[in-house]
Structure formats: structure tokens, C-alpha cells
């Protein structure tokens, strides 16, 4: 087991072998800089990068660790992810350079000091839908259970393109979003506010080094191309959405928000819990086949909290196991025309379900389609969220006395804000 002179609990997100990268700023105030979570800690990386405590030459002389966002440091390749990681590990250290107490003042922060930004410059967004059992309990619902899976659903990634603009850092508050909706079968729209506001339980994985446009990056090679992860609540109107989705799927129903997580979980920092994923039949074409269907063992927790609860409740428990199509395989499956990706880029898995009611990653699926509803400890009932409810997702990866966590991704449903018409 690895130590260091910071204290951490057992059961922290953030133990010596997660060292998830952020965004953030002193509250006392200070520019945005990248920082590495280490239990209630941050280590301000702009202070590691100028006492020169690298021991590679590129990074100590790259301006990366002094820009407010880490898409720089993310285009540097694993390479260099590597050679960072292990720098920051030795000097967390018992006896180290930074082992001192005129050190710790200057190079890190109490967490409860800080405010978080978004970590990366997102430029591009795409959203998948790679949940068997979700794909499958949205299609029952709406398609009978014959007919669940579209054809194409077990031969390729579905996804659609989503909104970079509107991801937005954990703690935004999310307004209920106005549209078009329709009411049963009608086919007369109305306008006005969402009354179906969801959460959508994912995780998104980020671009490090881009690929040129024109040349596709084959499943073996794309995860050289993969940073880390965030949790990912894409944020759904699903009243807006069951009108407008056909012929060409979401729009407004999805592009009102999205929260992600402000610490970036490196693939260096899973590979402990790299597992099989599904078994895939039929087999998929050429060119999404791997040398194993790779994904990671990872828990993920939703919480629901209304105004009037004093802790939040547990509504969901899943695993990003369960996805049917992996990382490499998305990226695999974006980049085959030519499609050129860009550090910093988002890729999200689409809604993460599991084979049990209770590992249900939506509330359309948790109250099937508000037949079914919640209980909450306050004595009320949830078919979707009200007004006021805030939504906590969580996730991490257990290891033998450590977790390499996620922290969270919380949002409020406030009122839809008032329009003039």
C-alpha cells in the first residue's frame, strides 16, 4: 500500500492512487488553475510546475500547468500523463520536497477552500446510448417488448451529437426548461414548461491527443487517444422529447443542460479495475472488435433530495460494467468516417442501467414511465423530479482498503425561468 503525509480515510474518493485533475480557485480569491485532488486536499499544479519538481524536461518547460483549463496538458499523450503522475506521486511522499510545513502552505488547499470549474474547454459533445438494459426498457415502454431493440442497436454505438455550450460544472442550478409538448395521443402541440424534468445516470470519458481529420483511430489505438472519465448527468425532458424525437431524435429535450463532475479520473489511476464488459452477440463487425471487451468496475449511487428532507435518498445503484458498448468501441465508431476529434472533447455513455429495477439510471425507467412511483422519506411520491429536488450522483472504484472515486455531480431544479411572448 502506497503512503503519503496527507491524511486519508479509507473510504475517500481520493486516495494517492485516484490523483484525479481539476479546475479550480481560491475562494479568497485567485485565477482558475488545474489542481490534483489528494484527500480533503488540492495540489495546486501551477506551484508543482514552477518549483520544476518533474523529472521530465518537457513538462517542467510546457506552459500547460499555468492555463486555466487542462485541454493542454490532455493533448500531451499517455506518455507524459504518465510522467506526471509518477512526479506527483513521489512528492506526496513521506520526506519529500513538498513534506514540509512551508510547502504545504504554499502548494496546497483545503477542498472546502476552493470553488471548481469546468476542467476542460469542451468543443464538441456526443452522447451515446450503450445501456442494453436501458435501450431495452425505453423500447418495451414505447415499442412493446418484441420489438425493444431497433436492428441497428446490436451492430453499432447509437449516438447523437449534444450541446458543449450547456455542460455545465457540478452545483449549476438547472432551470426547468420551456417547449412543445403534447398531452396522450394528441397530436396538437402546446407550449409551455417541461412537467417530465429526468436525470440521466452516465459517465463521460475526455480527449487527450485529437485524430487528423480524415483518419479514423481503430479500436486497438483508442486508448492512447482517452484521458480520463467524469460522472455525467445529462438532464432530460422527456414530455419535450416524446415530440420532438422522431424523425431525427433529441434536441431541445437534451440541450438545455448537461453536469458533469469537476475531478477527471485518469485511466492510469483504473487500470486496477479494468474488467469484461457483456458478452457481445452477435459478434460485432471488424472494426469494433478489441483484444477484450475492456471496461471497468465501477459503482455508481443517485441520490434524490427534496426541500423538505434533511439527507438525500437513495433511488438507483448501478455499474458502468454494464454497458453494452465500450469506450474504445464508441470512440472506434465515431472516428470510421473520418470525423476528427479535438482535446477536450466529450463523449458520454448514454444512460448506465442494470439487469434490476433498482439499478435503473433514469426516473422514466425507476417509475416506468410514472406508473410506478418513488417513495420518498418526506411522505411524498416521485414520477419525475419537481421543482426544488436536487439530484446527487456519485460513483467509485473499491479497492483493498482505498476507493479512486469521482466525488460527485449534484444539480437543482429551479422554477422555468418567465417569459415575454
Same mark, same amino acid.
Given at each position: 500500500m502506497q503512503t503519503t503525509f496527507i491524511p486519508i480515510?479509507?473510504?475517500?474518493?481520493?486516495?494517492?492512487?485516484n490523483l484525479p485533475y481539476g479546475v479550480f480557485s481560491p475562494r479568497e480569491g485567485g485565477e482558475p488553475r488545474i489542481g490534483v485532488a489528494v484527500g480533503d486536499v488540492v495540489l495546486d499544479m501551477r506551484v508543482f510546475h514552477d518549483l520544476a519538481l518533474f523529472d521530465d524536461d518537457l513538462l517542467n518547460n510546457s506552459n500547460a500547468f499555468n492555463e486555466p483549463t487542462l485541454n493542454s496538458f490532455m493533448a500531451l499523450g499517455r506518455d507524459k500523463w504518465r510522467a506526471a503522475r509518477s512526479a506527483i506521486k513521489q512528492q506526496l511522499?513521506?520526506?519529500?520536497?513538498?513534506?514540509?510545513?512551508?510547502?504545504?502552505?504554499?502548494?496546497?488547499?483545503?477542498?472546502?477552500?476552493?470553488?471548481m470549474h469546468l476542467p476542460v474547454a469542451i468543443g464538441d459533445y456526443t452522447d451515446f446510448y450503450s445501456s442494453r438494459e436501458h435501450a431495452t426498457n425505453v423500447g418495451t415502454m414505447f415499442r412493446a417488448a418484441e420489438n425493444a431493440l431497433m436492428p441497428n442497436w446490436l451492430h453499432l454505438p447509437v449516438g447523437y451529437h449534444g450541446r458543449a455550450s450547456s455542460v455545465v460544472i457540478s452545483g449549476t442550478p438547472i432551470a426547468r426548461p420551456h417547449g412543445q409538448t403534447v398531452r396522450g395521443d394528441s397530436t396538437t402541440p402546446e407550449f409551455g414548461t417541461s412537467r417530465l424534468m429526468d436525470f440521466e445516470l452516465e459517465m463521460g470519458f475526455l480527449i487527450g491527443p485529437g485524430n487528423e481529420f480524415g483518419r479514423p483511430v481503430s479500436v486497438k489505438e483508442a486508448w492512447n487517444h482517452i484521458f480520463g472519465l467524469v460522472l455525467v448527468n445529462d438532464w432530460s425532458a422527456r414530455d419535450i422529447q416524446k415530440w420532438e424525437y422522431q424523425p431525427l431524435g433529441p434536441f431541445n429535450a437534451k440541450n438545455f443542460a448537461t453536469s458533469i463532475s469537476p475531478w477527471v479520473v485518469t485511466l492510469e489511476a483504473l487500470e486496477p479495475f479494468l474488467v469484461n464488459g457483456p458478452q457481445q452477440d452477435p459478434e460485432p463487425l471488424p472494426y469494433l472488435r478489441g483484444k477484450s471487451n475492456r471496461t471497468y468496475n465501477i459503482a455508481l449511487e443517485v441520490q434524490l433530495q427534496s426541500t423538505q428532507m434533511t439527507e438525500p435518498h437513495t433511488i438507483c445503484r448501478s455499474n458502468f460494467k454494464y454497458l453494452y458498448w465500450n469506450m474504445c468501441q464508441q470512440l472506434a465508431h465515431h472516428t470510421i468516417t473520418g470525423c476528427n476529434l479535438r482535446p477536450g472533447d466529450l463523449l458520454a455513455s448514454g444512460t448506465i442501467s442494470g439487469p434490476t429495477p433498482d439499478a435503473y439510471g433514469s426516473m422514466l425507467e425507476l417509475t416506468w414511465?410514472?406508473? %410506478?412511483?418513488?417513495?420518498?422519506? !418526506?411522505?411524498?411520491?416521485? %414520477?419525475?423530479?419537481?421543482?426544488? !429536488?436536487?439530484?446527487?450522483m456519485t460513483g467509485y472504484a473499491q479497492g483493498d482498503g482505498y476507493r479512486v472515486g469521482f466525488g460527485e455531480v449534484t444539480g437543482q431544479i429551479q422554477p422555468a425561468v418567465s417569459l415575454t411572448i
Open positions: 480515510p479509507p473510504d475517500s474518493h481520493f486516495s494517492i492512487q511522499q513521506p520526506g519529500s520536497f513538498l513534506d514540509n510545513e512551508s510547502m504545504r502552505q504554499l502548494a496546497f488547499f483545503r477542498q472546502a477552500d476552493v470553488i414511465r410514472g406508473t %410506478k412511483p418513488i417513495d420518498l422519506p !418526506d411522505g411524498t411520491t416521485r %414520477k419525475f423530479l419537481a421543482d426544488g !429536488d436536487t439530484v446527487i
